[in-house]
């Protein structure tokens, strides 16, 4: 089972993966907040051999976020009604509120790790539960910062390539929840 953190702050997204001790994979250099610039938003994914993929989010007639791989074929795409589609093959995908994520796991694994998750800032979670895509994405939220801990098997090597197609879920409620300002800047 592969683990991955992207955390965002700052004008800067970092994509860490943990085997052992956490180590970086990459960084995007936006946060995903609006401010000025042409929409749709472009931004590339970057690893210390170089461009790994791009981000394309705020599409003027529909709000969705795009990552391709270097060779600029779409690998994930997130609508905002959270159809996930995963290599051209829609995922099972199930959005959970932070008391029902709670809940959840409190049933699963106890009190403990539920406080932990309370603490850490939890905003809610996605349930992948698919076939080829199983696994858990905990978002989480603090003043204008944001993190995700993703935790999945997939049929792909653990990697930045892996990532690419998790990372819509990652950045999915900073991204829509600005609907009203993308609206006000396009129209």
């Not at 960084?27 to 610039?37: P, V």
Request: with cysteine.
């Amino acid at each position: 089972m592969a683990r991955y953190i992207i955390r965002t702050e700052r004008n800067k997204t970092k994509l860490l993966i943990m085997v052992g001790k956490t180590e970086p994979l990459g960084m995007i250099d936006h946060d995903f907040i609006l401010r000025n610039e042409k929409l749709p938003l472009h931004a590339q994914v970057k690893t210390p051999q170089g461009i790994a993929g791009y981000v394309e989010t705020f599409y003027p007639a529909e709000s969705s976020i795009r990552v391709y791989d270097k060779r600029r074929e779409e690998v994930a795409y997130l609508g905002k009604s959270d159809t996930l589609r995963i290599d051209g093959v829609y995922v099972s995908l199930t959005k959970l509120s932070k008391k029902e994520t709670i809940s959840r796991e409190e049933r699963e694994k106890g009190k403990k790790l539920t406080e932990r998750l309370e603490r850490l800032g939890l905003s809610h979670s996605y349930w992948l539960d698919d076939l080829e895509f199983k696994g858990k994405v905990y978002c989480f939220t603090r003043k204008n910062d944001i993190s995700t801990l993703v935790s999945v098997n997939t049929g792909i090597e653990p990697g930045v390539e892996e990532l690419l197609r998790l990372l819509p879920l990652a950045i999915s409620r900073r991204v829509f929840e600005q609907e009203f300002i993308r609206r006000f800047i396009t129209f």
